[in-house]
């Protein structure tokens, strides 16, 4: 694949920012796609060209303090980057929403932007992009003193309703030789034009290497990314050799649409690639080779939230750390000490997390257990205790019933260790195994202070669950190192164990420390924490519904009931 590395982040890249302040009730009037490109940014690197990533910042609203939504991949060795990955955002018509755009070059694998070289900031508000002409907006980059630093480019669009992912292969016959002591090594790129004239980047394949007649994966985007819903927008295809120093060079284009790529295989889906440069030198010229769709098929996509009208439960349930680094419970310095005034660093999490789960939740009931503690009456050490202390059943009545039941066993536990997750990972995924039609969809919640004793163990009981409709949300709380952690987040490397790779991406891991209010507001606190840790949620209880081909029931209310897609469609 032509190299757009990933430099992991807490932030879900393509989420909705409608709304980072929680407190905040508006409906947004509809959904903005912003299109990042740069030109003549900074070379940072000696040997090579820069490595740059965009990073969006958005401003809450009562605050002002700015906080990162997402970041775009990462290009290799170009200082004039245009970025696939899109940032989606609410538009809200009666607000300032406020944007900083940060740009990086990237010289290590660690998501701190503060190990990376800057290369120059912008700031705008969503409404200067959509309102300058075409959408489209050119800034300067500044920030370094005594430099220039290039310009950003930022185009917005309205996002159709459409819902459908086209999947389609292509390969080409007899492209033109660009490298000197081989063939070509040629990749696709994919542009849909916007209503200026101007174009989009929307797709890059991967690079075949050494070969002029290659044949590219088969990929899947969503329609919109192509037409937006239009589907006789035209839809531009340029042809590359690569090169590993980011220079590639142009072989030739050709030009159809969505409506043309649904024929399918087919003599109307036979592209002549064209070179304009080579068309005007040279008179005899007659192409530089052509491209083929070999296949194509549209599907319907169903989103989470058809799943939940359609019944879908979450099982919410929550696991506590009850090792002796916490520090006593009945001493101020102690992460588990219960203030008069305020509730600590595990209580807000749980309530965060729970109070939004619960909504999805018909019977808010709600399994909670503790790990690490020596238990009264023999002092044995459990690593899943019911923090009601009802063997049989763990259950708590609502979030309320699960502080609790959480309070009530600091008193009689003793803190004690190790930190191991396995074992209430493996109880949460026994329960997951006897639910496996999409009735069910379980979200485990670890709340804990330190690194895992049992990493080994954990992330074969990660494989293994990836397989079940499970999600693992842990939140770090206090001061404590969390690297080891970033291992269970799938966003960078897919966990594995014994050389089996997770199915699926099901664990999100944040250290609550990132989203405390300097201000002392717990409620702004709780918010931001709720709105990164779930944001995952959806896209992974997705991804094991496709995996299974498990389609949503009915809607459960007549009134919401949806007409039936068209009959060429299928669903996924």
């Not at 490595?51 to 939504?69: A, H, M, N, S």
Request: aromatic fraction near 10%.
């Amino acid at each position: 694949m032509l190299r757009g590395r990933q430099i992991g982040s807490t932030n879900e890249m393509m989420a909705s920012v409608g709304q980072y302040d929680q407190l905040h009730s508006s409906v947004p009037a509809t959904k903005i796609e912003v299109t990042v490109s740069c030109r003549n940014l900074l070379d940072m690197d000696t040997f090579s060209k820069s490595d740059p990533v965009v990073v969006l910042y958005v401003q809450g609203i009562g605050t002002k303090e700015w906080r990162e939504f997402g970041r775009t991949e990462v290009i290799d060795n170009t200082l004039n980057p245009d970025f696939v990955r899109k940032f989606v955002l609410d538009y809200f018509f009666e607000e300032k929403q406020n944007l900083r755009f940060d740009v990086y070059n990237v010289d290590t694998r660690s998501s701190n932007m503060s190990k990376h070289s800057f290369l120059g900031q912008t700031f705008c508000t969503l409404g200067e992009i959509i309102g300058s002409k075409g959408s489209r907006q050119e800034r300067n980059l500044s920030g370094i003193p005594g430099k220039k630093c290039g310009i950003i480019i930022l185009n917005a669009e309205e996002l159709s309703n459409c819902r459908d992912i086209a999947t389609m292969q292509l390969c080409a016959n007899k492209l033109d030789k660009k490298d000197f002591f081989g063939k070509s090594d040629p990749f696709l790129v994919f542009y849909r034009s916007n209503e200026d004239g101007t174009f989009t980047i929307s797709h890059k394949t991967e690079v075949i290497k050494n070969t002029l007649n290659p044949v590219w994966q088969t990929f899947t985007i969503p329609v919109r990314a192509l037409c937006n819903g239009d589907y006789d927008r035209t839809v531009k295809v340029d042809v590359y050799d690569w090169d590993r120093d980011g220079s590639h060079d142009f072989i030739g284009e050709f030009t159809t649409s969505y409506r043309e790529l649904s024929r399918g295989q087919s003599q109307f889906n036979v592209y002549e690639v064209l070179n304009p440069k080579k068309k005007c030198r040279k008179k005899k010229y007659i192409n530089s080779g052509t491209v083929t769709l070999l296949s194509f098929k549209v599907e319907s996509e169903y989103t989470f939230l058809d799943f939940i009208r359609g019944g879908t439960q979450l099982n919410f349930t929550v696991a506590i750390d009850f090792t002796a680094s916490n520090g006593n419970p009945s001493q101020p310095t102690s992460l588990h000490y219960m203030s008069p005034y305020q509730m600590n660093a595990y209580a807000m999490a749980l309530k965060a997390v729970g109070e939004i789960i619960q909504d999805y939740d018909s019977d808010k009931l709600f399994p909670a257990y503790g790990f690490g503690a020596k238990l009264p009456p023999d002092g044995k050490v459990s690593h899943a205790f019911p923090l009601n202390r009802n063997s049989e059943d763990a259950s708590c009545v609502g979030i309320d019933g699960v502080l609790e039941a959480y309070f009530e066993s600091l008193r009689t536990a003793q803190l004690y260790g190790p930190t191991n997750f396995a074992p209430i990972i493996n109880l949460v995924a026994r329960m997951a195994e006897n639910e496996m039609d999409g009735s069910q969809y379980f979200v485990l919640l670890i709340i804990t202070d330190g690194v895992i004793s049992d990493m080994v163990q954990t992330k074969e009981a990660v494989v293994n669950a990836a397989s079940l409709p499970l999600s693992i949300i842990i939140v770090g709380v206090g001061p404590a190192e969390f690297d080891a952690m970033e291992e269970l987040d799938g966003d960078e490397v897919r966990v594995s164990s014994r050389g089996r790779m997770a199915e699926r991406d099901i664990v999100q891991f944040v250290p609550f420390r990132d989203y405390i209010d300097r201000s002392g507001n717990q409620v702004l606190s709780m918010a931001r924490l709720a709105k990164d840790v779930l944001a995952e949620i959806p896209e992974q209880l997705l991804s094991f519904m496709k995996s299974r081909g498990i389609e949503p029931r009915p809607s459960l209310s007549p009134s919401s009931s949806s007409s039936p897609p068209p009959p060429e469609h299928q669903h996924v």
